[in-house]
């Protein structure tokens, strides 16, 4: 058996972070580039010796990246935006994902429904684009020297125009004859570096609803890619979903291979005569790249043997369902977890032995198992049974009060509840706030850790993050912002701190996963029912509010975006795991506003995130998704304004469903795109009460009151100041206070400006 098991891609980020830190240590001019080189160097040699060692036998290159691989595609294809184009190798690259002081950053986004964020590419049609492979040959010849012979991974042309926005506010896909001869090159240039090369091209675009003109762009292009040379097997891979009308016309190029996921994208099977009767390659998609579950070996292999109905086993490769990017990197240093849980789970290494082991029972057979697979194969069927039959994953009690739950939308209609909060809380037009989180300092972090390992008393705990939320408060106070947060400094991450206090959740140490360049989120999952067993936020809340006069809101987050950011159980329905996080926040609610709490912010920053890829199946998601935000909220007096933020978002598409979730008050993300997201708003003549971002927060850059007054009154344009809030972007748990403050100050200092040129 040779050449039978795949993995699309690997981590990067380092199985203890170590590229982050490397990263944020040269951004901070406490290291060298060349220090943060070498560490890639050895994450790199690292990640491929796991592969190699667990027996993988197609192991990527380029699939490494010192921020984000779309981002070195615009490298590589020479689309730097004019105002990068002075700068220099690394000061260019980071420049462009994070900003400097002169230059706004490029636009981030989500990676489809995940919750990586990629760099948006702004492409001209007056670009000129030139080949930089330097990356590429050079990680190539990397492996080799260590005796690994990689696959090299691409994005592929269709999806980089797919994803990139131009400028000049064109059609991106008009560019394709202009990169398209780039990829020719790029391959010319491969070609030499061994007697056979695969070449993965990732064409994850395909997997949308995708319009005739993209489609049949696809003949072309693989066409003349192949044709480049008779040495490169180009494999087109796709993930997420199913891609039948692009496999369609993939069957009719000369390409070696289709990479298919048949767990997100089931619909698959319906192109599998197609590739059987072309005699492609199939790389089967069946271990699950996006979840942590340890996998059903025995439902895995009835999956492969029902594609080898169709597909011979000679042309089926057993492949990881999409990168492992989406996994935390191993369970190795989950030293405190709970020993029958951490037994159902597997992170990125442990998928390597996954789709070894499923490799050689698939083709080889059990018998042919040597004992140590013999016992890898036992403790699987038995880790597969303990989890099926736990006691800890059913609740009756949880299942029955959800199933009768009845309130399913709060009181009065949004014209009656804005009058009583306005007279309530007598904010003025143009209301500036934050979105809740302040900087998350060292001494912050190293007081939640020392709680938590047990090395300060509650007690001290406790003081220590009062004195922070009072300085929290008094900053508020002191720059004149006027509806006020407490700045969760007890929040480690906006969905692990609530999944703490939820019954049902599970924690790791170290499941760490990229988020966008250096940032990374450590998931909690979600095991069993989930209840809440007693208030998790009302004292922090209570508190703040007590060293203060203004409006201080509280901060929750909404059912759907932790159910986004969580790993969730896959023994149960998405939509009811999601309603029984809502019973359990509108407790929260109730709790919060007999408190005395008259602002509740429920955070959705993943509502958008979480939309399913194919139009046909967007309804049921927006159903209940929607059914249960209104159902989290539903608690809420009239008088009890709600808020929500979310982030990333096209709102085109999405629009009336913001208007039926019903909040009193939006917080969106707009910086970095104008007052474009906002013009939906007033076409659709929403009523709701908007906070556009003014300024980005995930860049260090501090913006002028002259940069504020003129994102303001661009606003303006688009909605009356009756109508508006100003806020930053999103949370500043990631910023540094010296960034914070002044930011801050100069968004007060503008409001303040336009407020008096409005009043003239």
């Known amino acids: 058996m040779s050449n ?24 901070a001019q406490k ?20 592969q190699k060692k667990a027996g993988i036998d197609f192991i990527s290159s380029n699939d490494f990246s010192l921020y984000d691989t779309m981002l070195d595609t615009a490298v590589m294809l020479g689309a ?80 980089f125009l797919g994803l990139s926005k ?15 001869p780039v990829y020719e090159e790029l391959l010319r240039e491969i070609s030499p570096l061994d007697d056979e090369i695969t070449l993965q091209i990732d064409e994850p675009v395909f997997v949308k609803d995708n319009e005739t003109k993209v489609l049949s762009l696809i003949k072309p292009t693989y066409d003349r890619l192949a044709a480049v040379s008779d040495n490169i097997n180009i494999i087109v891979t796709t993930y997420f979903e199913h891609s039948n009308e692009a496999t369609k016309v993939l069957v009719n190029t000369p ?63 057993v492949s990881s369902s999409c990168s492992l990017l989406h996994t935390p ?79 399913l939308c709060r009181d009065g209609d949004y014209e009656e509840r804005i009058k009583l909060q306005k007279a309530l809380l007598g904010y003025k037009e143009l209301a500036t706030t934050t979105i809740g989180s302040f900087p998350q300092t060292p001494e912050v972090r190293k007081a939640r850790r020392e709680f938590k390992n047990g090395l300060i008393s509650k007690e001290e705990y406790e003081a220590q993050m009062k004195a922070y939320i009072d300085e929290c408060v008094a900053f508020q106070e002191e720059c004149g912002l006027e509806i006020l947060v407490h700045g969760e400094p007890e929040r480690n991450d906006m969905v692990e701190y609530f999944g703490e206090q939820l019954k049902g959740y599970g924690f790791s140490q170290n499941g760490w996963v990229q988020s966008y360049g250096s940032r990374c989120v450590k998931p909690p999952f979600i095991y069993g029912d989930i209840s809440r067993p007693k208030p998790m936020t009302v004292d922090w809340i209570t508190y703040a ?47 919060l506003q007999n408190a005395g709490i008259k602002i509740i912010q429920v955070d959705e920053a993943a509502f958008k995130e979480g939309y399913p890829l194919r139009e046909e199946n967007i309804g049921t998601y ?19 304004q709600i808020h929500t933020h979310m982030c990333y978002s096209e709102f085109n598409d999405i629009i009336k469903t913001i208007e039926a979730m019903d909040a009193d008050v939006i917080s969106i993300e707009t910086a970095r795109s104008g007052n474009e997201l906002l013009k939906i708003f007033k076409e659709v003549g929403y009523k709701q009460e908007v906070g556009p971002g003014v300024y980005d927060i995930h860049s260090p850059r501090v913006p002028s009151v002259d940069e504020i007054v003129k994102q303001i009154k661009l606003l303006l344009e688009v909605l009356p100041k009756e109508q508006l809030w100003i806020n930053p972007d999103c949370g500043l748990k990631t910023r540094k206070w010296e960034e914070v403050k002044p930011s801050l100050t100069n968004m007060v200092e503008a409001v303040k400006i336009v407020r008096n040129e409005l009043n003239r």
């Not at 170590?18 to 240590?25: F, H």
């Not at 271990?287 to 089926?316: H, P």
């Not at 849980?341 to 698939?362: G, H, M, P, R």
């Open 31 to 50: 290291c060298t580039f060349d220090d943060v080189k070498k560490v890639a160097g050895e994450l790199k040699s690292r990640h491929w010796e796991y």
């Open 166 to 180: 131009r400028v000049d506010r064109g059609d991106t896909y008009a560019l394709h004859s202009k990169i398209l």
């Open 545 to 591: 509010q007590s060293r203060t006069e203004k409006p201080m809101k509280g901060m929750l987050t909404g059912p759907v975006t932790i159910l986004n950011w969580s790993f969730v159980r896959d023994d149960k329905p998405r939509d009811e795991v999601s309603k029984q996080i809502a019973v359990a926040l509108s407790d929260e609610i109730d709790d």
């Open 80 to 159: 730097i935006p004019k105002r990068f184009q002075a700068l220099k190798d690394e000061a260019r690259y980071f420049a462009m994902a994070r900003g400097n002081k002169e230059s706004v950053a490029m636009e981030m986004t989500k990676w489809f429904n995940t919750n990586y964020h990629y760099i948006v590419p702004e492409l001209s049609l007056e670009d000129q684009y030139r080949l930089n492979s330097e990356k590429i040959i050079n990680e190539y010849k990397e492996a080799k020297a260590q005796g690994i012979k990689t696959k090299i991974n691409l994005i592929g042309p269709i999806t």
């Open 329 to 407: 990197f191993t369970l190795k240093y989950e030293e405190k977890m709970d020993a029958e849980i951490k037994n159902w789970l597997s992170y990125a290494v442990e998928k390597l032995d996954e789709v070894s082991l499923v490799t050689k029972l698939f083709f080889e057979g059990e018998d042919k198992l040597n004992e140590e697979e013999k016992r890898a194969l036992a403790d699987n069927r038995k880790a597969n049974e303990s989890r099926r039959t736990s006691t800890r994953i059913h609740d009756q009690e949880v299942q029955k009060r959800v199933a009768e739950f009845k309130k």
């Open 622 to 640: 927006e159903e209940w998704a929607v059914r249960d935000f209104k159902i989290a909220v539903s608690s809420a007096r009239k008088e009890t």
């Open 255 to 317: 390409v070696w291979g289709i990479g298919l996921d048949f767990l997100h994208g089931p619909k698959n099977s319906e192109s599998l005569e197609l590739i059987a009767k072309s005699g492609k390659k199939l790389i089967a998609g069946v271990v699950d790249g996006r979840n942590i579950w340890k996998n059903d070996i025995e439902a895995t292999l009835g999956l492969l043997e029902n594609i080898a109905k169709s597909v011979s086993k000679e042309n089926i490769i």
């Open 4 to 27: 039978k098991s795949y993995i699309v891609g690997f981590p990067r980020i380092g199985e203890q972070r170590e590229l982050k830190k490397s990263l944020e240590d040269f951004w």
